[in-house]
C-alpha cells in the first residue's frame, strides 16, 4: 500500500518498523473519525524494554449507532487509539488509512476527518457484578462500504481535528484522556519538556491541580494491566521487522 505523497503532519521521518463516562457495546459500530491529535515522539514499552521513539498520534472515533450517546441522550460515545506513525504491510498506521481511505484520495490526515469506517470495541476480562464488561477497549478498525457510509449521520461533536504537536491547543489535550493518554503518552514523550504542551498542562493544572495526575490505585492497575497484556499477546505494532 503506496502513500509516498501522503503529509503525516509531523516533521519527522515515518519509517516502518478521570472522568466516569457510559461504555459503549461490544461488537462493531458504524464510526467517523473525529479527532487524531499528535502527542510527540513517544517510545512504546514490550516486556519491559522501550522501543525506539516515534511519532505518537491518538485518534479519537465518535461512534454513529442508535445507542451510542451518553445517558444525556445528546452527547455521542467516543472511543480512541493510540498508535505510532510506521510504515508497513503489518504496522497499525497502515490499516487505519486502509479503513478511512481506501481509494487512496487523501493527501494527508486533514482530508480523512469524519471519514467513515467500522470500529470494534472489545470488552476486558474484568467484568462488573452484572457481568458487563468493566472497560470496553478499542479492538480493531475496518473499512464501510461507500452505500453505508453515505447513510451514516454526520459528526454531532465536531472535536478538534487534525492537530499536529507543535500546533496543539488546550481544546486538544481536554479531548484526550486524562490518564491513559495525557499522563501515560504525551507527558512521557520524548520531546514534551519544553514543548507547547507542557505549557498548555501547566495552565490547565492552575484551575485543575489534579489534572492528569495518577493516583496510586492507577498505577497499581496499569501495572496490572500490563502484565496481563504481556502474558496474552504481542503487539503487532512493536514487531521491529516493521522498521527500516
Known amino acids: 500500500m503506496a502513500y509516498d505523497d501522503f503529509d503525516y503532519g509531523t516533521k519527522e521521518e515515518i519509517k516502518e518498523p478521570g472522568i ?9 459500530h458504524s464510526a467517523r473519525l473525529r479527532s ?14 522501550k522501543k525506539k521513539p516515534f511519532p505518537q498520534v491518538i485518534a479519537i472515533f465518535e461512534l454513529k449507532e442508535d445507542d451510542d450517546f451518553e445517558d444525556d441522550t445528546v452527547t455521542p460515545l467516543t472511543i480512541s487509539k ?11 498506521c497502515t490499516k487505519f488509512l486502509a479503513a478511512l481511505d481506501p481509494e487512496k484520495k487523501a493527501k494527508g490526515f486533514d482530508d480523512i476527518i469524519g471519514a467513515a469506517c467500522t470500529v470494534t470495541c472489545k470488552g476486558s476480562k474484568d467484568k462488573n457484578e452484572d457481568g458487563t464488561p468493566k472497560f470496553i477497549n478499542f479492538g480493531g478498525v475496518s473499512g464501510l462500504p ?27 489535550v481536554l479531548e484526550l484522556n486524562p490518564i491513559r ?12 519538556k519544553g514543548s507547547k504542551a507542557e505549557k498548555i498542562i501547566n495552565n490547565i493544572r492552575e484551575d485543575n491541580p489534579e489534572f ?20 496474552e499477546k504481542k503487539d503487532p505494532d512493536l514487531n521491529e521487522e516493521e522498521e527500516f
Open 20 to 28: 466516569d463516562f457510559k461504555n459503549p457495546t461490544e461488537g462493531d
Open 36 to 49: 487524531l491529535i499528535h502527542v510527540g515522539m513517544y517510545r512504546e514499552e514490550f516486556k519491559g524494554e
Open 82 to 92: 493510540s498508535f505510532p506513525l510506521k510504515k508497513g504491510d503489518r504496522a497499525f
Open 146 to 172: 461507500k452505500k453505508f457510509a453515505a447513510m451514516m449521520d454526520p459528526l454531532i461533536l465536531e472535536g478538534v481535528g487534525h492537530v499536529p504537536f507543535d500546533k496543539l491547543t488546550k481544546e486538544a
Open 181 to 192: 493518554e495525557v499522563n501515560m503518552v504525551l507527558m512521557k514523550s520524548e520531546n514534551y
Open 212 to 231: 492528569a495526575v495518577r493516583k496510586k490505585k492507577e498505577d497499581a492497575e496499569e501495572t496490572k494491566s500490563k502484565a496481563k497484556e504481556i502474558i
